[in-house]
Each structure stands twice: as C-alpha cells, then as structure tokens.
C-alpha cells in the first residue's frame, strides 16, 4: 500500500484483460462515485491499448444508465502485450499527462494489475484496482467479480447435461474455462453434483475417475458428470475422455462450454460486489491511498498492495473437491 498527497481533480477508468459479468456494474460505482466526490472522470477504451493510442473520452453519471445489467464491458478490453515494456508505458504516461489525468482505477485481473504496479512503481501514477476476473485467480480476495455468474453459467449448462447423461445412462465430460485456475471446475462440479473434478494442480487421475464411476455404478448410479478447468488451451476434455475409454473402455461424450461463461448479465452476487468495491476504489484514492487492490475476505473489503495481489499464488480449496466427492456416491 502507498500513500500520496495530491489533490485529485480528474481520474481515469478502465477496464483491462479478460471480460467478465459485472465489469460494467463497477464502472458504474467508480464513475458515479468519483462525479459525487466533483471529480472529473474520463473513459480509457480497450484497456492499455486505448493508453497507448490515446483512445480517451469523457464519462458522465449519465453514461452509466442501464449498464449494471450488462455483460461485458462498455469500453471494451483487450490484451496489450506491449505494456510489458518499460518505453510503451512511458508512452502511455504521456497520454495520461496529455489529458491530465491525476490518478487511474484499473478493473480487470492479474496482468492487468501488474501493468498497474508497473504505472505506480516507474511514473508514480496514482492507481487502485476492481478484480475483475471469471477465474477467481488472485490472490487477497475470497471473489473476483464475475466468477459468481461465470459458476453459474456453467452450472445451467451442467443441469441439462446432466439430464441427457441420466437418460442415455452414459458418462459426461463438462469443460469449464479456468486455464491455470480450478475455482470455476471446483464451484461448477460441488454444485453440480460432479463424480470427479479434474483442475489444473493435477488433483486426480483418469484411474482414479474410473474407480469413483465403478463405485458408483455398483451402489446402482447409472450416468455420471465429470468436470474439468480448460487448462492451457481449450479441448483437454477429448484428451481426457480418449484416456478413459483407453482405460475403462467407458464411452464419454465431452460437452465444452467455453465462452458463454464470459457473457451474459450479471448475478445479484457479482453486481453487488461490483459496486461495493469500484465505490471503495474511488473512496480510497480520495483518501491518499494508491497501489492497492480492493478484495473482499469474509465479507468485508480491504486493501490489497498490487505487488502482494500479482506476487502470490491463491490456491484451490482441496476440501471442496473432497466435499463432492463425498457426496457424489
């Protein structure tokens, strides 16, 4: 966490990396937050690539009627790779002294956050951050916002698969995103009453899988619903049920949800968060206060310095897959 001293007259947003539900609600929070505190706001589109091009527009409380409801997010993202680079963020300083910017709210994930450490640590640009992120990947926060809707997305999905699998009695093999993080399989598969849930720390084992499914199918089960995180890239569930039927000679049908679970209007868990937190973002700038994340743990807010949110690994709850486990027999 660091502190500052300069009166604040105008702040920038943006959102950056991924989409994820509930982006919008939390640009809603800080613009409408920051015009209460008679603070010029301003729009930076596409994320660091609108920094770069100097793709800046003005926001109003009006701006942000009807957008809570929205998926997405209403000045668009993208992924800047040249931000990585020490001279590309000198360039976008300029543009943020061009248009003299006083202090930035960051919304997006991990990458994003680190472009955001990088801005405070080599231009003292005055910056705080909203987790926005499907994944549920960073470190310092129970929820990011748009995991919750992301869960349940998939879980939608998952619910009507599962009532082909019982029909057909066969096995499932759902794909959820996640790439490196298993929240979304490990939330989607407890809910979903999963027999197995493969994430990306090698949690189980095709043999394993199988034992749990010839369990089941002797205490009388005759479908079951395995889920798995994408990991690096998608299709890891035709690996897996090729491997499985290797195995077991079990024939599993493989359903992929992929990016419908970045879509879509927000759950009252994710706008909630959203708002509470893009109004904190706001507040604690007003109050000297920059560097930091804004989280939530145990239902309270706190603040988060970017170099531990980016600098540690937040890992999986392993007695939540145990949990369904249990349960699945």
Same mark, same amino acid.
């Given at each position: 966490m660091a502190q500052f001293t300069k009166q604040l007259?105008?702040?920038?947003?943006?959102?950056?990396?991924?989409d994820a539900p509930g982006m919008n609600a939390a640009l809603?929070?800080?613009v409408r937050t920051a015009r209460g505190h008679q603070l010029e706001v301003l729009g930076i589109l596409q994320g660091y690539i609108g920094m770069l091009e100097d793709i800046v527009k003005p926001l109003s409380v009006r701006d942000m009627a009807n957008i809570i409801q929205r998926g997405g997010t209403i000045l668009k993202t993208g992924r800047c790779p040249e931000f990585q680079k020490a001279e590309f963020r000198a360039k976008a300083v300029e543009t943020l002294k061009k248009h003299e910017i006083d202090a930035l709210v960051c919304i997006g994930g991990d990458g994003s956050f680190r472009g955001a450490l990088s801005l405070w640590k080599?231009?003292?640009?005055?910056?705080t951050g909203v987790p926005g992120t499907i994944d549920n990947d960073i470190f310092g926060t129970d929820l990011t916002v748009g995991f919750d809707t992301a869960v349940n997305t998939a879980l939608f999905a998952i619910d009507k698969i599962r009532d082909t699998a019982d029909s057909h009695d066969r096995v499932f093999i759902v794909e959820v995103?996640?790439?490196n993080s298993g929240f979304i399989a490990t939330y989607a598969g407890? /809910?979903? #009453?999963? $027999?197995?849930?493969?994430t990306s720390d090698g949690n189980t084992t095709v043999d394993k899988a199988v034992d749990r499914i010839r369990e089941a199918q002797k205490n009388g089960k005759r479908s079951s619903i395995i889920i798995t995180s994408e990991g690096q890239k998608p299709g890891r569930a035709y690996d897996l049920a090729e491997s499985l039927r290797k195995k077991s000679g079990l024939d599993a049908k493989v359903a992929i949800l992929g990016h419908q679970q970045r879509g879509g209007a927000p759950t009252a868990t994710d706008r909630i968060l959203a708002s509470r937190m893009g109004a904190m973002a706001v507040d604690g700038l007003m109050n000297g206060v920059c560097n930091v994340m804004i989280g939530i743990e145990k239902g309270s807010?706190?603040?988060?310095?970017?170099?531990? /949110?980016? #600098?540690? $690994?937040?890992?999986?709850?392993?007695?939540?897959?145990?949990?369904?486990?249990?349960?699945?027999?």
């Open positions: 007259k105008k702040i920038a947003v943006y959102t950056s990396g991924g809603r929070a800080v080599e231009h003292q640009i005055p910056i995103m996640g790439r407890l /809910a979903g #009453g999963a $027999e197995e849930i493969f807010l706190v603040q988060v310095p970017f170099d531990v /949110a980016t #600098g540690t $690994e937040k890992k999986n709850d392993p007695e939540l897959i145990s949990l369904s486990y249990r349960l699945a027999k």
